[in-house]
């Protein structure tokens, strides 16, 4: 999610959750924890590349939250309204932990496992583009300014409420969606290395689901209608040789594998150089990629005729390549 609807959903927990004077306290807590994991904005002072591979990495995770919680709990201890440490510490772990709930539910995936593997973890329940979702949580908090205490809190719960059982039906449909998937690939004979679901923009009740096998990437579009049609599209997969081999292990390609879930690679020579593009699979079955989403071709390797790199980009951005030698 972006930080804005972090923030928000940290202040409505606090305003449905307390009342009296410890709202203001705890207000100023779940706020500052629902969006201290994203001040991992810091890393582009190291540049794009840095920001890019290491954006919801150890802020976000089970072993980073608690070693940066009590640093954020002593500055509102020191600086924030009158109230004990035990109360903060215990508050900001909760926004924090609410922040990190927020991003698994979405596509991109989250190093919750950070620093000891860098693999992303998503459930992809909820889009970044369903405006619902966002805007019923960013009014609820606005209106609840402009009601008495009583109807404020009221509100505010029915709002977390609400957002957390669109997450949890979310879930159920996800299901639903990928076991009619599953029964309309085998309706056709086609048996799946693995299937992943992704949301269909604002609707939770809609669903683009992706199976790959190993010559083959399949789409369908799940409706949950109890008489929609499932249509299944293939792609064929491109060829692999020793250069997608060797470039499928470097560091920016290995990152794009980690976050993209079905990934095509290509092959192509241009003179004395050879070319590797690896690209989303999921763009394979639409004319363009989705607005707000990253472009299709996610990372690009270029070896001479030694294997040796000579350039590496990753959704458009640079990477030094220097010392990567691979004619071993």
Request: proline share 6%.
């Amino acid at each position: 999610m972006d930080l804005i609807t972090h923030g928000v959903t940290g202040a409505l927990l606090a305003r449905a959750a307390f009342d009296g004077e410890a709202r203001e306290a705890a207000t100023a807590a779940l706020t500052l924890g629902a969006l201290f994991p994203d001040f991992d904005v810091a890393l582009l002072l190291c540049g794009r590349y840095a920001y890019l591979t290491g954006h919801r990495g150890i802020t976000h995770s089970i072993a980073g939250i608690p070693l940066f919680a009590p640093a954020v709990a002593g500055l509102l201890y020191v600086l924030g309204p009158p109230a004990t440490y035990p109360f903060y510490l215990g508050l900001v772990l909760l926004g924090m932990g609410l922040h990190v709930l927020y991003d698994l539910i979405t596509s991109w995936g989250t190093m919750i496992l950070a620093p000891f593997t860098e693999r992303k973890f998503s459930w992809s329940l909820i889009s970044f583009r369903n405006a619902p979702f966002v805007l019923t949580l960013w009014a609820s908090l606005a209106v609840s300014f402009f009601l008495d205490p009583a109807w404020s809190q009221a509100l505010c719960r029915a709002a977390m409420a609400t957002s957390l059982g669109t997450i949890v039906v979310a879930w159920i449909s996800k299901r639903v969606a990928r076991s009619r998937f599953e029964a309309a690939l085998a309706r056709e004979g086609i048996r799946p290395e693995r299937i992943e679901g992704f949301p269909g923009g604002s609707r939770i009740f809609t669903w683009s689901m992706f199976a790959e096998s190993e010559g083959a990437f399949y789409h369908g579009r799940v409706h949950l209608a109890p008489a929609a049609e499932i249509k299944i599209r293939s792609t064929a997969k491109p060829p692999e040789n020793e250069f997608t081999e060797v470039a499928a292990v470097l560091p920016p390609v290995r990152f794009y594998l980690d976050v993209t879930s079905f990934v095509r690679r290509d092959y192509r020579r241009e003179g004395d150089l050879h070319v590797v593009t690896f690209s989303n699979a999921r763009f394979d079955f639409r004319q363009r990629p989705p607005r707000g989403m990253l472009p299709g071709e996610g990372a690009r390797v270029v070896f001479d005729e030694a294997r040796r790199v000579k350039e590496a980009v990753v959704y458009g951005i640079p990477v030094p390549v220097a010392g990567w030698a691979t004619s071993e």
